[in-house]
């Protein structure tokens, strides 16, 4: 049968709070500044969204391919999307599910391959991970000072950078980080992305290659030789 996922904290509410109050200050027309962040508030419901489908369908426990395993999927599926928008289309030889959530605005598509006890939450045979690509970061501040770190390829930067700002957020928020700043440790970047658990950064789908960050090195421009 299925089981939930385990959901973690969400910080997209304190960062449309902040929205709240740059955006006003940053434009003058209110309607403007309303639309910016009603657009906002859409775009990041519909990537959780996609994020959430995607999980439950690769952590998803489905033992067998029994109607009444199916029918319970289903239903879990309709309390996030409702009822009469998810299909599922039993597949016997892939041992698989193939599903379908069809929204006003949107379609999701996923498959829910069977697991053994055995396999766990261990990942089949057949799937592939998105290969990483470099994805170097550094503060309005110091722009020279550059953290190299990698996202997935089917990820763009603006989304790498969202999950980045959120699990900074989560991590601050966690035992460790309130731990850390009853020791005074600065609430910062450079503090969090030194600390933070390389399975905490593999949770959003990025990936640390160095923990010390280093300058860009300038090359010097040889003269051309006559």
Known sequence: MAKK??????????????????????????????KILTACEMEIKAKNRVVSFDKFCQTCKLP???PETIAEVQAELEQSFGKGKVSLVPHPQKKAVSVEVVLQDETFEGVIRIK????????????VKPRMTPFPVALPGDPELIWMLARPENRSSEEAAIALTQVQDEFWESKTGQKLLRDRVERSFP???????????????????YKEPEPIKQLKVLKARR
């Open 64 to 66: 067998d391919l029994n």
């Open 116 to 127: 053994s006890p055995e396999e766990g939450e261990g990942e089949t045979e057949d799937e």
């Open 191 to 209: 503090e969090f992305i030194s600390r933070a658990p390389a399975k905490m950064l593999s949770e959003v789908g990025l990936k640390r290659h």
């Open 5 to 34: 996922s385990k959901q973690k904290p969400k910080s997209e509410v304190q960062l449309l709070e902040l929205l709240k109050t740059v955006l006003p200050k940053a434009v003058p027309d209110p309607k403007l500044a309303q």
